[in-house]
């Protein structure tokens, strides 16, 4: 599972414009995921266009993921939520 330590891993090897298999390594996911999770955390604009950062690439925001990532347990409801945080959801 990717934790917000991880999205920002993930955030910055993905500014530095690195392979998505490089960062998957890193990160000790599958490129799926990493491919995942940077659809999560897309940025997008006021007219609901998807940012393109520096590289002309999709922008990916780890504050973004982690909030559409919370937002999905919740609405997965609690017991869900309780078993991937080890017991801590509220």
Not at 64 to 87: M, P, T, Y
């Amino acid at each position: 599972m990717i934790d917000f330590s991880a999205r920002k891993l993930i955030a910055a090897r993905y500014a530095e414009n690195a392979r998505v298999a490089d960062i998957a390594d890193e990160v000790g996911v599958t490129t799926a995921a990493v491919y995942r999770e940077l659809k999560r955390g897309e940025s997008v604009g006021d007219d609901g266009r998807v940012l393109l950062n520096h590289s002309k690439r999709p922008a990916y925001n780890p504050v973004i993921a982690q909030q559409r990532f919370q937002e999905n347990l919740r609405r997965r409801g609690k017991s869900v939520a309780a078993a991937i945080d080890g017991g801590e959801a509220g």
